[in-house]
């Protein structure tokens, strides 16, 4: 299984929240990707932050490493591109130091590259609606001192490993743009994603060729028994049907008449009388009868009245 170590950093002293240890918390704690995430945090102190990274590494031996820093005042969730070899800190540290013009490290380059897919990962989050921005470096403070050690110490590793500043939390306090730890930790989620090249709840697909489903047993009620040459949940087959014959054509004769009815039923090839005609009809010369079976007549009105009908 593959290993992702996120750190970020603990809070100053005296500060009531840090994003970036809440967001990477919150990831951890909801993770549920293939990858396996460890959380540590670092010190908010330049010698004792580069020693941790060092010692969590070596520890873990991770897939890729990702740092989260909280950049107060930023807009945007911001991937930076270079480490810088220059500390010149505007604020002291937990201890206090506060260098300045100093090398990171004494005769290294003076920048090293990201190995995070720094445009990928902006793409993606802008994707799903959350701000998000590249900078062309991590400034000269603290976050950017870990950032060089890391690249440094992880130059001829291999993985994938750079920083990512995420803005302030209302928890925080602070003037300027925030946003809540949740949609960080959400950020953070796509930008492990983006890294790893997975999803982190990857959707469950049905394989094509899995026809499991179709060997459920019927919880429906039937009304009526399935009939057919193939079993169909555990019915056993059914016995083979002869073929109905076809029905005989019964040749037309004579219709009788009913008086009780009082209907005239419809000879084939004949036209039914019009019960509403005013004046009946006058009786039609009979046809003349063939040898075998003689023609069939209609009844007529007199015949119809009087129930009595001649041959």
Request: proline share 13%.
């Amino acid at each position: 299984m593959a290993r992702v170590l996120i750190t970020s950093f603990e809070p100053m002293p005296g500060a009531i929240a840090e994003a970036s240890a809440d967001a990477a918390r919150i990831l951890a704690e909801t993770w549920h990707g293939n990858a396996e995430i460890v959380h540590r945090e670092l010190a908010p102190v330049y010698k004792e932050a580069a020693r941790r990274l060092r010692a969590s590494v070596a520890k873990h031996l991770p897939d890729a490493v990702i740092v989260v820093a909280t950049q107060p005042g930023a807009p945007a969730v911001t991937v930076e591109r270079l480490a810088v070899n220059l500390d010149d800190a505007t604020v002291p540290d937990a201890q206090g130091v506060q260098p300045v013009d100093a090398p990171v490290v004494e005769g290294a380059s003076a920048a090293l590259w990201s190995t995070l897919p720094a445009k990928e990962i902006v793409a993606a989050l802008e994707a799903r609606g959350l701000p998000a921005r590249l900078s062309l470096n991590a400034g000269s403070g603290l976050a950017n001192h870990v950032f060089y050690v890391m690249q440094r110490e992880l130059a001829e590793w291999g993985v994938p490993s750079g920083l990512i500043q995420v803005p302030a939390t209302p928890q925080m306090a602070l003037a300027g743009p925030a946003l809540p730890a949740e949609v960080l930790a959400e950020a953070l989620r796509t930008v492990v994603d983006t890294v790893m090249g997975e999803h982190s709840e990857p959707a469950t697909v049905l394989d094509e060729e899995d026809e499991s489903e179709a060997t459920q047993p019927f919880l429906m009620p039937i009304a009526e028994p399935i009939v057919g040459n193939t079993p169909a949940y555990g019915l056993p087959l059914a016995p083979a049907q002869p073929e109905a014959p076809a029905p005989e054509t019964v040749p037309a004769g004579p219709a009788t008449w009913s008086p009780a009815t009082g209907e005239v039923p419809a000879a084939p090839g004949a036209e039914a009388p019009e019960p509403e005609a005013a004046e009946p009809a006058e009786s039609p010369e009979p046809a003349p009868a063939e040898e075998e079976s003689p023609a069939y007549r209609a009844p007529t009105w007199d015949e119809i009245i009087s129930g009595h009908r001649d041959n």
